[in-house]
């Protein structure tokens, strides 16, 4: 967000520099208009930063607008300098995203959890399964734990041979037969998270829209827990 600000206010300064140096002043909404239009075009989609980046290849706003004034030639030469703006300016968002990327990190790492749970005031714990057991949320454990949580890694195979290949039919338990709801995510981190808990209340399953990650605890946040 704040990236994306500097942007358009690098594009502002272009902009009122190209309009400053115009022999006659062009009307500063239609400078305007032509900067919107010239940000169209041919883009190419890459994977970049775990999303996917548009690379813009080629310039249609400004084909659109040469094609609208090709016939006026003083007019496309007053507002030619914004159509190309306009198409330079994907380069501009285009890079002010790239430059977020380490910024966003540094402020909201990516892999600590008060990323995804920097506030548990109104936090508690809902059932998700038939064999999710009568527990409460210890709060107290909770906030002393929270900042203390490892990352490990997700045995994805070792769990499904635990919780269905080697679990007769009538046996089998979710493993994450509970929901931490009322949570907040760090302020200003736009992301949002879904949290699991798991069965013996040490384990914390972390579901955001592209990546699960999975934390512990030395000691159990539910009450009753083993």
Do not use: C
């Amino acid at each position: 967000m704040v990236m994306d600000l500097l942007a358009i206010f690098v594009i502002g300064v272009l902009a009122y520099r190209i309009y400053k140096k115009q022999e006659e002043e062009p009307k500063k909404w239609k400078a305007f208009i032509v900067i919107i239009i010239g940000l169209f075009s041919f883009s190419i989609t890459m994977p970049g930063f775990d999303a996917f980046v548009k690379i813009p290849i080629l310039p249609l706003g400004v084909w659109i607008l040469y094609f609208i004034y090709r016939n006026k030639v003083e007019k496309w030469v007053m507002y030619r300098r914004f159509a190309w703006l306009g198409f330079i300016a994907n380069f501009i968002f285009l890079a002010a995203a790239f430059l977020s990327y380490p910024l966003q990190n540094a402020l909201y790492p990516e892999n600590e959890l008060s990323t995804y749970m920097a506030s548990v005031k109104e936090a508690e714990i809902v059932s998700t399964h038939p064999s999710a057991e009568k527990q409460q949320l210890d709060k107290k454990s909770l906030k002393s734990q929270m900042n203390t949580m490892r990352k490990d890694s997700i045995p994805s195979e070792e769990w499904y041979y635990n919780t269905v290949v080697n679990v007769e039919p009538e046996d089998r338990k979710e493993r994450f037969p509970y929901q931490l709801t009322g949570t907040e995510t760090k302020w200003g981190s736009g992301t949002s998270a879904v949290i699991y808990v798991e069965v013996d209340g040490k384990g914390l399953l972390v579901w955001t829209p592209t990546k699960q990650m999975y934390y512990r605890a030395d000691s159990s946040i539910l009450k009753g827990g083993k």
